[in-house]
T-cell receptor, first 109, second 113 residues
Framework: GQNIDQPTEMTATEGAIVQINCTYQ??????LFWYQQHAGEAPTFLSY??LDGLEEKGRFSSFLSRSKGYSYLLLKELQMKDSASYLC??????????WGAGTKLIIKP | ETGVTQTPRHLVMGMTNKKSLKCEQH?????MYWYKQSAKKPLELMFV???????ENNSVPSRFSPECPNSSHLFLHLNTLQPEDSALYLC????????????FGQGTRLTVV
């Protein structure tokens, strides 16, 4: 079966750095997405990785290792507004999106 | 404008009611999706439309009936739902089926009583 694993919940301190991990087992791979979803709002696109390595975009970076079936989202200089759920999703060989259950990130002052 | 607009934002319905959810996208996308989001579970893909044609139905009960009159509009008709159908229903669109960067609407919070 196809599976995406990410931690259910994480807590971090304002101003710090946090890494949210995502591991996947899918039939084929055509890219990995990270989305941010604030409570009661729509998921919004953060990043897309299809090649190995680190993609940096401001305070957020996303890393992919296809051989390990692993990705992480790195958030630097955390702000209170970063409190949200972070969803990992993989595009399989049939271009189906396989979703993780999301990681709820709680930022404390 | 958000690009993908869903109405209503909140809906409470009895088990004998019929209601419809509406989704509209202004992005010129060809593919549209309905997802169900329940607490602490992965997004569940319900239906996929591409160029107005349904391409996927992921074993969704017949009490959910989608309709796609054109590439910009998508409806989800609800008929005699169960309390376990209470969830956030999200509409999304993408350029096409292979460009899966999805743009989501803000969802309809559905409560079945």
């Amino acid at each position: 079966g196809q599976n995406i694993d990410q931690p259910t919940e994480m807590t971090a301190t304002e101003g710090a750095i946090v890494q949210i991990n995502c591991t996947y087992q899918t039939s084929g791979f055509n890219g990995l997405f990270w989305y941010q979803q604030h409570a009661g709002e729509a998921p919004t696109f953060l990043s897309y990785n299809v090649l190995d390595g680190l993609e940096e975009k401001g305070r957020f970076s996303s890393f992919l290792s296809r051989s390990k079936g692993y990705s992480y989202l790195l958030l630097k200089e955390l702000q209170m507004k970063d409190s949200a759920s972070y969803l990992c999703a993989v595009v399989d060989s049939n271009y189906q999106l396989i979703w993780g259950a999301g990681t709820k990130l709680i930022i404390k002052p | 404008e958000t690009g993908v607009t869903q109405t209503p934002r909140h809906l409470v319905m009895g088990m004998t009611n019929k209601k419809s959810l509406k989704c509209e996208q202004h992005l010129g996308h060809n593919a549209m999706y309905w997802y169900k989001q329940s607490a602490k579970k992965p997004l569940e893909l319900m239906f996929v439309y591409n160029f107005k044609e349904q391409t996927e139905n992921n074993s969704v009960p017949s009490r959910f009936s989608p309709e796609c009159p054109n590439s910009s509009h998508l409806f989800l008709h609800l008929n005699t739902l169960q309390p376990e159908d209470s969830a956030l229903y999200l509409c999304a669109s993408s350029q096409d089926l292979e460009q899966r960067e999805a743009f989501f609407g803000q969802g309809t919070r559905l409560t079945v009583v």
